[in-house]
């Protein structure tokens, strides 16, 4: 038998038995089906939600300065003294002055001054606890002799000036010196006009909202004066002063603050009979202003 004869059976046996082995082999198990969660298919197009554009707030009506003007006259005919009063809307910057740029004495008004000056120099957070209380009953109660040692501590009528300098302040002016058992702070000249610019300069003072906090707490006997201007539920921070003049016995009432922390009220009267009758003329004075700022709401 020839070779050929003899492999190529062989290479078939060899073949046949592969393809049975091949037939033995477990196959590759299917990957298991992705489940498909169903759609909604809607053929509703996707509206975009309409957007609701506020209605802008009604302008203030201006303020009729001539109207006002003329009722301020009518209220002083029969109230003696010399009268300066200015009021701003700091929202919306409507302005009344009324003798704005009339010199005249601060009182106890200065003592806003005395603490805005030392917070503009010191942080309140760094201040020693005896000058944190001088400043609380100074503006909470008048305190005079707080008020003398936070002088010394700005440096008196220089310290003052240098941070009216920087508050914008353009007429007022301290005296040096001692007045009977107190500092001269008391007789500091100044105008409405500036103690408005000094009202306004709060934001922008580091601590400024602890002058308005202190104002707002001012002890109840002492809460007369801008507050006679505001609507039931407004918030008022406040400080008033009264000085009798020795040289006549006639009365410097005044009054400076915030209605709402919107409206810069400042009142300075001088030459008052009585300090009640100073502290009245003061009251209808704000009141009438303020009338023609805007109506409190009715009920």
Excluded at 22 to 44: G, I, K, N, Q, W
Excluded at 75 to 98: M, Q
Excluded at 215 to 239: D, F
């Amino acid at each position: 038998m020839s070779p050929r004869r003899v492999v190529l059976p062989l290479l078939a046996a060899l073949a046949l038995a592969a393809s049975a082995a091949s037939h033995d082999l477990p196959r590759p198990a299917e990957p298991a089906p992705v489940p498909v969660r169903a759609v909604a298919v809607t053929s509703e197009p996707v509206r975009a939600r309409p957007q609701v554009v506020p209605e802008p707030e009604p302008a203030d009506p201006p303020v009729d300065t001539r109207k006002l003007t003329k009722a301020v006259k009518r209220l002083l005919k029969s109230r003696p003294g010399r009268t300066s009063i200015t009021v701003e809307d700091l929202r919306g910057k409507r302005v009344f002055r009324f003798g704005g740029k009339a010199v005249l004495p601060t009182a106890s008004v200065a003592k806003v001054d005395i603490l805005m000056a030392l917070l503009r120099k010191e942080r309140w957070d760094r201040l020693p606890q005896a000058v944190k209380r001088d400043a609380e009953i100074m503006i909470r109660y008048s305190d005079n002799k707080a008020a003398d040692r936070l002088w010394e501590r700005i440096g008196r009528e220089a310290g003052l000036a240098r941070a009216n300098r920087a508050f914008g302040l353009k007429a007022t002016t301290a005296v040096p010196g001692r007045c009977v058992d107190l500092y001269c702070w008391g007789i500091t000249r100044t105008t409405t006009n500036d103690q408005v610019r000094l009202l306004k300069y709060l934001p922008r003072l580091d601590d400024g909202a602890v002058v308005r906090r202190l104002m707002r707490r001012v002890v109840p006997e002492q809460k007369w004066g801008v507050s006679a201007g505001a609507c039931a539920g407004e918030r008022v921070a406040l400080k008033n002063g009264w000085l009798k003049h020795v040289a006549n016995d006639l009365w410097a009432i005044t009054s400076v603050g915030l209605i709402a922390d919107r409206y810069a009220v400042a009142v300075l009267t001088e030459d008052n009979v009585t300090s009640e009758a100073g502290i009245a003329k003061v009251e209808q004075l704000v009141e009438t202003v303020l009338d023609g700022f805007r109506a409190c709401p009715k009920g």
